[in-house]
């Protein structure tokens, strides 16, 4: 089959073959996939992955291994990413999201930027009739948002989202279609900003040029912000979300620093009363029934966050696209789906 | 003052005389006031109150007492009606909602139907920059509902709500703006369910006719809803919606039954693993907080709950109209305040 | 294999097919058993249930079937009795005690009263080294006690216990160990209440001649209790917890009542603001992780509770034990253990 | 009257105006009270205090101001140092332990190392009957302790207290007290391992000599601590404990680091998707209540950790004790009070 295939930083669409899927495991037809930093951080070398890459996408059920339960043939499914092992002692608490021997789809085992890829049948989840595919295609980062911004308190709840990409971009429509308000975005990238507005921010700052300080205590009649979603991973930034959170509040981290730094946590969190929170992955499988009632009730929509519909063989471009920055979320269509594209492109302008 | 008073079931606008506010409470001149189940109740002969009732309400400080703290004249105020002892058990807990000692405005001590009512300063609630009367005015109810929606998960649950009174309708409007679908309402007043489509339900049961239980299954695909918000007081509708959410779902009462009935805790509560809570007042001020943001951010509009805006001097008339049932939420506009009567029924036709 | 077998309310002791254990499950051979009020009522012909009951235990595990994960071959284990499905809409949010589709061992399918059982794989809690396999024997009902006691706030909380009977005082002691104090207990029965006391109740309750509700009020200088742990399923229990319970409390009810019964929600619970919640199983496995805890650090001792060790071939005078009420729990040893019997007997005495 | 009395670094005992209780104030005779390492701080120049030190006591209400309510004359009574100002946003939310206008008794206002001290009436807390005094002086720092602690799940958890000064070691009898298990206490002070081990810790260890990550893998079957109770201040316990919590684990942070510091969020907070919580103060009086029925029901005793009992008159000579770091928690006594000095120091023999 054809794939996109990495190795030694460099990446190419070339022939594989075929997965074959193992006991309970099912094997996906892919149909749409995203792009991520994380996938731009692989072929920079981390991880010293090669393999196909690719986590976020949806796809059809095409064959099932042995005891592959709670799928059927022909489902099109999501898939959750991170893989499992449901023995170790956190499993065992439900905690699998931080499961102790978990496998990341796309990172430490083959991925889904292939014309088949096979994952545990455990992790698909079925995606309601009527959704457009560049939506189930970004389910998997989405479920981030969700998770993020439901992990507290978030209903009548002034919020800032600090930084902009496409995370921070659904965690901007999660949180107002969960009710918090005023939302506040903040990012130093004007095209983000712009989206960052479209997507349902009351006020957004241009970190490079405003105090965001200053302007989230304008925004909140001097309280502060009850919930920060840090979504940057800059130190600038969260130390900024530090400052602007009320005393007592919440301030969830997903965005990933690149490297340690310095925090004043006696004046930033301990007097504060401050409840700092990190977030992996996704809640296994609650995130996921929660973003799907949020989706099917048109409570959520996130097509604004979606900006390119680009073909698969065009990775490398999408890849100089992400970098660039301005962008939202990317969607590749695989081989033999071009009609597809013209039809998600056109689905995600109406967006 | 003018005033309408209640005693021995019998109820008249005269004249009284001006209360004066004591040390730590404040002077409120009545802009805009809301009728309740409870001024019905009040007028049936239940607590044995004489004097003027009322206690939903908006109006401007207008004098001070000593030591009244937090609010300032000339401030627009709705006003909480616990009023908490602030040294109880209770309270030293932050539990004032549920004071051990509680005094309620208009049924423990005279409410605010009149020219002017003295309630304490720090139970005033300054409403914000451009809020309509009419809405201000059910501030004191919908905070009822927003108490009852934000006790547990709302966000990506589905919910039913069973009776669609006013406070019902505000219950649906405010899960709808807190991520809450689909979002099932039962009734047995076609008037009302039409009501609570209007304001956001995605379902609607008339409970005369269909089979409730059937038809949440229905709409939730065979699963139950993850929360039931119960604002009928009625044993069949309790009943219904204990059998009609999921396993270890939240159900959670505010509607007040007249009598004990039977239920069958094994099989709908026990076994089930459900959560019961009882629901009292509004935290306070917690409840505020919230409720204000929502209404604030744009995120909750209840004014198609709003249907009828009467003369206070209508009184009789508009508990007439609450007995009939064909009414969502009725609003009373005071004496002098005619230009403004026009004005509400204007916005309330708008919404 | 020898079991105990039950047939149109009749029990006999006689020889059956011995289980093969089939893929995901071990074969387990009974080290020591217990019986429950569920054992009576299986007995009386509810469930209709025909086959071997028994679905509190300890054993070593024998065989293994295929791909059976998470247990070893000589490994002692108690066994987690609810039988998830693991597919259904409950158990992907992490809901398995109340599984959609539940099996429970010794009720839906044959159960532990025999030479040998076959449970799954992933059911099994290798015991810690050093635990007394009468206390082993008893993980199963001391989890109702532990996931009761744990369902809310405890530490630091007064806790009234209505009902004494062997999760009643399992969770006596349970709360003891997690910070509550006073601990009230109430039962009819004097042989439970001295055993509540030595399990460390502060304050024991002859229901059947005390006023309960006043003497929970001098018990907590007037203030009601915060938490309530009903173990009973009686009404007049039920309702002197939820009169007991202070504004704002939590009642966690476990014990099953045989009946719809008659409550005042309106005054008992929706004025109160209190929280009632539905008991059922144990976390799977987030209670049998902290039961695991709070044993081997000496924290939790039940063995006062454990009264009878008796042969397994004296299963029916077991349940005449039971019945007649004065027992806490009763354990069972199986056939060729006889040396154990007595060495059981004494731990039991010791404690 | 008689107090102590710090000006530009100096302290000495002098003769000062006797307070007189203001409107909602008592006026506190001192019968015992406590040092912590503010004082030193204060003593340092931190914070350019000038007064009266001392926010750790307990006294007897000796006079009353207008209007003070919920104390009586001869009220024996510990006092939480917070004063806030009931009317923020913070303390409308009941957030009154983060009060955005926090006053602190001895800090930002003449504290309690004097025979009198007036304090607001509402902060006072009524001692229970029979505690002894010394008990009773450190209820502040112990309410620190018991806030921590019960910031989260502690039942049935494994627990890594990280710094064994005298709230760590109150941590620690809580943690056993409310049935944490093991409790694993480090610090680089031999004698305050030793207290910590009398206290309640399973597992102490020596971080000057020992690797704390591998002997808390050791003591946890490698399954690193639910909980982190970092009660030092010090970057390096503080990466120990996010490096030894298991993922989705607790950090509670009390100890207050003296400058900022770097971590590694990514690796230490986000991936394991720790929950990392600021703590300050006492929920109040939440807090008091639960520390109030841990002391009374016996199932807490901290006498261990209370090692000197000196005279006020010592202050100087105890600010050196604490100093030099051999000492547990140090109460003061009183002039006057001389029969009480050698009581106390029996009673906290005896403990």
Redesign the interface.
Known sequence: MLAVHLENRHVAVKRVPRPRPPRGFALIRLLCGGICNTDLELQRGYYGFAGVPGHEFVGEVVALGA?A??VRLGDLVAVETHVAD??C??C????M??C?NVKILGVDMDGAYAEFVAVPA?NCWPIPAGMSLNVAAALEPLGNA?HT??AG??????ALVTGCGPIGLFAIA?A????????IASDVNPYRLDLARKIGA?VVIDASREDVVARVADATEG?GVDVVLEMS?HPTA?RQGLTAV???GRVS??G???????????SL?????????????R????T???????L?????DIRPAITHVMAIDDYAQAMDELKRGNAGKIVLVPWGERAELGQLAAASAQG
């Open positions: 005891r339960e709670g449901m023995t002692h956190l065992r608490r439900g905690l999201h931080v102790a455990r969700v911004v439901l308190d978030i209903a009548g709840c002034s999660v107002r279609a969960c009710g918090a308000g005023p939302i009351d309280r991973g969260t009320r005393n007592a981290l997903l990933l620093p690149s490297d340690a730094f310095e925090l004043d946590l006696a969190v301990i007097f504060k009363g401050v409840t700092v929170q990190g977030i992996c992955g809640l296994m499988f609650q996921w029934r929660q973003m799907n009632e949020l099917t009730s048109g409570r959520l």
